[in-house]
């Protein structure tokens, strides 16, 4: 999606009299980008792709020269080229140059950039092409793309289905993994992405009106952070899981989904083995929870959304501190932490050995649960976890 991009200073190179010039290299990211949109030195924009060089920078920033997707064809010469010129290409990667006149225009002016470049610098764009199922005709979605051709993949999407999916295919430069995991498509379930994906997509209103998509998000990860580290942060933003089914990993919105169960269970089903734990495992469950989510009007940083919170049985507050760090907007990130509060006071978990028809619950269905020793009537439960007895 849209968001703040890295800007990795990769080379810099002095020029003139008392190097009054210095020219950077920004590497905004490890593979190619849909554009580059502005960039912004501590609080102030600096240039806008659609405006150039802006406010007190004119005559200081001297040039920038953005790249989407480093090649040979592309390349920038620096200072005639001696040094960083037609062989330096940072192929495949989203890269800017800038160069900045640290003297004054006048002898009565003070540049400012005297001491190079500031200690912030935001870059801001659209980032890496997707890959999305929903337009792939040959898996059942209604269009050109295709899953083994980054050439066919469509804009940056700010769905985070769409970018979870994207970061367990990953980013290839001339055939070589550069992001991402690099898993085979035969092992990911595209159906469960796109049911997934069109549930993020979905409208709902909004208590102060309007409506807005149910879930969207963007953000910025290192080369070093680990792909289902990477994903898990993304799925927070959605109140989504990764399950391992049948040796594929599928996709999961947990929606308000509890009025329609996938099977019904009764006494007869369970053979043995019941066990139940009304507080799965939990000694003290929260009662708020507070946390912070990014927010592009403060140049993406991450102030605190309103924090949700229930009545405490016991008149102690419990709090649990939850970071939306890809979720862009603030009523979204208090309406996931609300409804992950409201989860956090169901955490029991029912165990049993069940007949045959227990493999029909599949790991993250909704099963309603009847057991007359316990009292329950059509207890709705979802399932967490799965395996044939011996």
Known sequence: GTTAMPADIRYYEGSGKDEEYIDYILAAAAHRVRSIDEI???????????????????????????????????TIAINGGTRWGADDRLTGCAYIRLRIKRTGKTDKEQSPLVSGMPGRVTVIGEGMPMYDPRFDSTVGGDGPMRIDDQSTWGESSENPIIQSLNVLLGWRINGKLSVGGGLPPKYINLDSAITAANICDEDIALSSGGSQKRYRGAGAFSTNDAPMDIVAAL????????????GQLSFLIKTNTLATPAVTFDDHDVVSGASWDPM????????????????????????????????????????????????????????????????????????????????????????????????WINKPFRGGSQKPSR
């Open 40 to 74: 912004w030195f501590e609080d102030s924009l600096a240039w806008s792709a659609t405006g150039g060089v802006q406010g007190e920078y004119v005559g200081y920033l001297t040039a920038v020269t953005a790249r989407t997707e480093g090649t040979a064809s592309n």
């Open 235 to 246: 799925l927070a933003g959605c109140a989504g899981d990764l399950l391992d089914c049948d």
């Open 280 to 375: 799965g495992g939990q000694t003290n469950i929260p009662n708020i929870v507070a946390g912070s989510f990014t927010d592009p009007s403060s140049l993406y940083q991450m102030p605190p959304f309103p924090s949700v919170s229930l009545p405490s049985e016991d008149g102690i507050d419990r709090v649990a501190r939850i970071d939306f760090a890809t979720v862009e907007n603030a009523a979204r990130a208090e309406r996931l932490a609300k409804q992950t509060l409201q989860r956090m006071q169901y955490s029991g978990t029912f165990t049993a050995e069940y007949n045959m028809k227990g493999m029909a619950a599949t790991i993250g269905s909704i099963v309603w649960q009847t057991y007359s020793p316990l009292g």
